[in-house]
């Protein structure tokens, strides 16, 4: 466990040092994006200079910039005018609240989905891997816009916008998790046709088991570990689509407090979101860890 | 909630302020393209936001669309005859939201903010350059000294940065730089909610009496709450405001301006906006763009009308000088001056040299290919500007053999460009509320803009002296010089259009408008629902 820990550190420092080494490489001069459009004279330059602390060695920069790490302090944002831990906290909540919908949308239909097709007619199965490859392959910001039109602005079901209640959340994860629950429904079931055909599941017919025990009891734990590894990593990588999605239905959250930072090379912020994303992945896949132990028996020995 | 209407009608008359049943209970939602990236009026940087700030702060004037000066918090001014000292009377019944009183001390508290180093170190270079100090004369009379004569100083009293704060929040706001609901101003709104990503949302304030002259009403606003929506994608505003959802939009772009013109339950209301016109500048320093002629014969290779009809369909309106149209110091003289001469521009670039072709077509001088590069930054491309810029790109290429390369990069890899010299067209309008203000930026030779790299001292000395008369009539002729010089006689710049705004809304809702000194979105004081 304290191995583990270890680890999960160093992934966290590498993650901050290179996205401090890769903004200081892209182009472009922080004190040309600190005078941005406004009056350029080389006191104004000075005078931002000292303010910043740029006029230090890179290393210093970023020595120091871990030593305020450490202390939980994000620094200030560029653009923004705030500091960057007062804009992540009051950002984080609905995001999570987005990604957590989503995932559990994307799991909860891959699941339906692969229970109910796996090893069924071929008609059946032919129209869900259909629509599961659409899923998959439209870009979100599109299922964005045709969910929006279809259930917001024709039929009125839904609010296009904000983070209120429940019924706000709907479309937005929807569209976040229709993706996952495409390539999840795929794997998901793929799996449980291979433990369907398997000795022990022959067996279990034999015993007299019907065929929903047999699926809900013995094949599902097979087929949950692969699906489970992809679900933790997806659920990762749903911040990037939270940008689109975000900024698609107006929510508030990190997805396009990030887009902002980037265009605008607000290197404290873009910093901070990446530094967070680093933590999101460890804690889910030492969960997911974890959770192996508890789905596979043969892990625990 | 019914129920709770009411009472608060009767608390708030009870508080012996103005009669609120003259103006009933009535919310709006509005969605809007922009977020702040500020709430403090003094920090503000972003047009696409002028609407929000008017609503919670009055400037101590404001500006008419024939560039002259009315009354708001003050009442009237005066200025010295050597042009370097203003007496303003203040109004006398003006409270900010916090209870606090405003007055000169206030309008000083204000000014001496931007003295504090750091603060709003953009503003203090440009439009305060010439400000020596403020005195109370009076307890409602304010004496500004400056220290040169300087023209646009009325502009900036009427700007947003004129926006006047609580003195009391300047020292006490938890977070000034930000602002937010406890940097009190005396507006006809008060901000009650903010939520970054998603919406701001006000209400009325029911003691306010003291809209600018040339405010379609008095007394308190109309609407007793509004909201503002961030909705940044246009397809997703326009779908809530014909589902109402929202009521109002800003932002309607030349692909839907149809759409909503077909529907019966919208209306939409667009106006052009002040300072300069989008614009493409020469780099005048190395070649092609050295040359006169080449960059006359890029402008004649274009058909801007045509350009325009097939990016904007039709909606947007053709620029012919540096200068917008609806500035009242833009040269009409300068219509039609050039432009859509493709035999023109083949013989200005066989003149200049450009004669051979290659095998794509394009031409070619001393084995070098004509290629040109404009250089955008993604952050700043909007208005299908790089749709526009393609459309420029085929022209020019199947009309004059020239190859314009278009490249939207990041704000950093732009600024680099810029910096190193490394293009040939820039792409440029501001939204200065006074077009003098924008020039200043871009023509002079150690102006901050210049992207042109063009110095001509005449040019430099008409600029100085607008910025230093009073006289209008004085600096639209020395403005129609300037113009003349840059489109005309040395042919830095390609104006191709005058940006707009949009606002689409209900039809149930009246009183929408634009703000006379920009052209943008005006605030919600005068907005009402219902006939």
């Given at each position: 466990m304290i191995k583990r820990l270890g680890t999960a550190l160093a992934v966290l420092w590498a993650a901050a040092t290179a996205s401090y080494v890769a903004l200081l490489l892209a182009p472009g001069d922080t004190i040309d994006i600190l005078v941005g459009d406004g009056p350029d004279t080389p006191e104004i330059r000075t005078k931002i200079i000292t303010e910043w602390g740029l006029d230090r060695p890179e290393f210093v920069q970023y020595l120091s910039y871990l030593w305020r790490l450490l202390h939980g302090d994000l620094g200030r944002s560029y653009q923004l005018q705030r500091g960057v831990g007062e804009i992540l906290a009051t950002q984080i909540g609905p995001t999570v609240q987005l990604t957590l919908a989503a995932a559990g949308t994307g799991v909860a239909l891959a699941g339906i989905i692969a229970i109910v097709t796996a090893g069924r007619g071929r008609w059946l199965r032919g129209v869900t891997s259909a629509a599961e490859l659409v899923s998959v392959s439209v870009p979100p910001f599109l299922i964005g816009i045709v969910l929006l039109s279809v259930f917001s602005f024709t039929l009125g079901w839904f609010p296009v916008s904000g983070a209120q209640g429940p019924r706000a959340l709907v479309l937005p994860a929807l569209a976040l998790g229709l993706p996952v629950a495409g390539v999840l429904g795929q794997v998901l079931r793929g799996g449980l046709e291979r433990a369907l055909e398997q000795p022990f599941a022959v067996t279990a017919r034999a015993r007299g088991l019907t065929e929903r025990a047999l699926v809900a009891r013995h094949a599902l734990r097979h087929a949950l570990i692969p699906a489970l590894t992809l679900a933790g990593w997806f659920t990762g990588t749903l911040l990037g689509g939270a940008v689109i999605t975000e900024v698609l239905f107006g929510r508030p959250g990190l997805g396009q407090v990030a887009m902002q930072a980037v265009t605008g090379r607000d290197m404290p912020v873009v910093m901070a979101v990446v530094l967070l994303s680093a933590v999101a992945y460890v804690t889910i896949s030492t969960l997911l860890d974890l959770a192996y132990r508890v789905i596979d028996p043969r892990i625990r020995g | 909630m019914k129920r709770l209407i009411p009472v608060l009608l009767l608390a708030v008359a009870a508080c012996g302020a103005q009669p609120a049943d003259s103006a009933p209970a009535t919310t709006l939602t509005w969605a809007i393209e922009t977020q702040p990236i500020t709430l403090n009026p003094q920090l503000w940087a972003q047009n696409k936001v002028r609407l929000l700030v008017f609503n919670q702060f009055d400037a101590l004037l404001s500006k008419a669309e024939d560039g002259s000066f009315r009354p708001w918090l003050a009442t009237s001014w005066k200025v010295s005859d050597d042009k370097l000292t203003y007496t303003l009377d203040l109004r006398d019944d003006v409270t900010f939201h916090d209870g606090t009183k405003f007055d000169a001390a206030a309008v000083k508290a204000n000014l001496d903010q931007?003295?504090?180093?750091?603060?709003?170190p953009a503003v203090a270079a440009i439009q305060l350059k010439a400000f020596d100090r403020a005195e109370v004369a009076a307890p409602y009379q304010v004496k500004i000294t400056l220290k040169e004569a300087d023209a646009l100083f009325l502009d900036f009293l009427a700007s947003p940065y004129a926006g006047q704060v609580s003195p009391k929040a300047l020292k006490s706001a938890k977070d000034l730089r930000f602002g937010g609901l406890d940097l009190a101003g005396t507006g006809p709104f008060i901000l009650d909610r903010y939520v970054q990503g998603q919406e701001i949302h006000y209400r009325r304030n029911p003691a306010y009496n003291w809209p600018p002259a040339g405010a379609a009403h008095r007394g308190p606003a109309h609407l007793s709450e509004i909201t503002y929506r961030f909705l940044p994608e246009a397809a997703v505003r326009i779908g809530a405001l014909s589902s109402g959802q929202v009521q109002v939009i800003e932002g309607v772009p030349a692909t839907d301006v149809a759409l909503i013109k077909k529907d019966p339950n919208l209306a939409l209301q667009t106006s052009l906006n002040s300072g300069t016109a989008y614009s493409y500048y020469f780099n005048t320093e190395h070649a092609p763009f050295d040359d006169q002629r080449v960059r006359e014969a890029f402008r004649e290779a274009v058909n801007v009308d045509a350009v325009l009809k097939s990016v904007y369909q039709g909606t947007a309106t053709r620029a012919w000088s540096i200068v917008g149209a609806k500035s009242p110091f833009y040269d009409a003289t300068l219509e039609n001056g050039y432009g859509g001469d493709v035999a023109k521009a083949n013989a200005l670039l066989d003149a200049a040299g450009w004669k051979q072709r290659d095998a794509e077509g394009y031409r070619v001088k001393a084995g070098k290919r004509l290629t040109v590069r404009e250089v955008a930054s993604a952050p700043f491309v909007r208005d299908r500007r790089d749709i526009l810029a393609q459309a420029v790109q085929a022209q020019v290429k199947q009309n004059a053999g020239i190859d314009l390369q278009v490249k939207i990069v990041d704000q950093g890899s732009a600024q680099k460009a810029l910096d190193e010299n490394e293009y040939e067209l820039f792409g440029n309008s501001r939204g200065d509320s006074d077009a003098g203000a924008a020039l200043n930026l871009i023509l002079p030779e150690k102006a901050a803009i210049n992207r042109t790299r063009f110095a001509d001292p005449k040019v430099d000395s008409w600029l100085a002296a607008a910025s230093a008369t009073h006289d209008q009539a004085e600096r639209e002729k020395l403005y129609a010089r300037v113009q003349r010089a840059a489109v005309v006689d040395n042919a830095i710049v390609f104006p191709l259009y005058v940006p707009a705004d949009q606002i689409a809304a209900q039809k149930s809702v009246q009183g929408l408008g634009f703000d006379p000194a920009s052209g943008t979105p005006a605030s919600a004081y005068d907005v009402r629902i219902g006939t």
């Open positions: - | 931007f003295l504090v180093p750091g603060y709003n």
